[in-house]
């Protein structure tokens, strides 16, 4: 059977504000996306989030993002790519420090909201975004939507791209995230969701939006941690990949 990563956006809250339950998500996934401050997190939060990754042996990754927190980094913005470049390479290496004084260090990077939608279609924004990567360490691993301009940016630039599919999210016939503003882009069902994440990693197709096959072949699978219910979807989502012979590990 397949090996297959689980992955989850932590460290989402913002001084005395929280968002989801981050130590029991700590021990279910085998790689934690931690937010670097521009869409949610903050020194704190990131240090805490990466002391408690290290110490369940977690992998730490930087979950990077527009400089928009009061959207929440869903928005799409219009950034000139050297701004971009500059703001992504800020907040990895950020993240990078606080990891290595927790114990562990960045072992890859999965843009955010707005970003990560955005370099699934922008080659510019996809190119500018992979140069501050390669910039920060050559090689290193990136999540996201396979065949789109966003992968291949990253191997042009060198980058170790791996293929990601959401647990909770519908799907286009294209393979793209259907808009979170359509009624039915987000899943709710643990029962339901975890058939899906099986069927993922077991090489079957599920049902894309309009009800046809579309078949989805991710080395990691993302349950987001500010879903309703995060923890019973992600508990279930493990448990039912295990039993069906899927090994839990983390692709960096």
């Not at 999965?110 to 080659?123: E, S």
Request: with cysteine; net charge negative.
């Amino acid at each position: 059977m397949s090996t297959i990563d689980l992955n989850a956006d932590l460290g989402e809250g913002l001084g005395m504000w929280r968002m989801g339950d981050d130590d029991a998500l700590l021990g279910v996934v085998t790689s934690a996306n931690v937010a670097t401050g521009f869409h949610a997190g903050d020194p704190l939060i990131m240090r805490t989030t990466c002391e408690k990754a290290a110490s369940e042996g977690v992998t730490v990754g930087a979950h990077v993002a527009y400089r928009d927190l009061h959207g929440f980094g869903r928005r799409a913005m219009d950034i000139a790519p050297d701004e971009l470049t500059a703001d992504v390479l800020y907040q990895v290496s950020a993240l990078e420090g606080i990891a290595r004084a927790a114990g562990t260090e960045v072992g890859y990077c999965k843009p955010h909201g707005g970003l990560y939608n955005t370099i699934a279609k922008d080659p510019a924004q996809a190119r500018a975004t992979a140069e501050a990567l390669a910039a920060f360490r050559p090689g290193l691993a990136v999540l996201g939507l396979p065949g789109t301009p966003w992968q291949e940016a990253a191997e042009a630039a060198g980058l170790r791209f791996v293929a990601e599919a959401f647990a909770d999210r519908a799907y286009t016939p294209e393979g793209q995230l259907v808009s979170r503003r359509e009624p039915g882009a987000v899943l709710h069902d643990p029962v339901a969701i975890t058939e899906r994440c099986v069927a993922m990693a077991t090489g079957h197709p599920i049902e894309d939006v309009e009800g046809n096959p579309l078949r989805l072949t991710p080395s990691s699978i993302c349950v987001h941690g500010d879903t309703p219910g995060a923890v019973e979807i992600a508990r279930a989502v493990r448990q039912g990949l295990e039993d069906a012979g899927a090994t839990l590990r983390s692709f960096a």
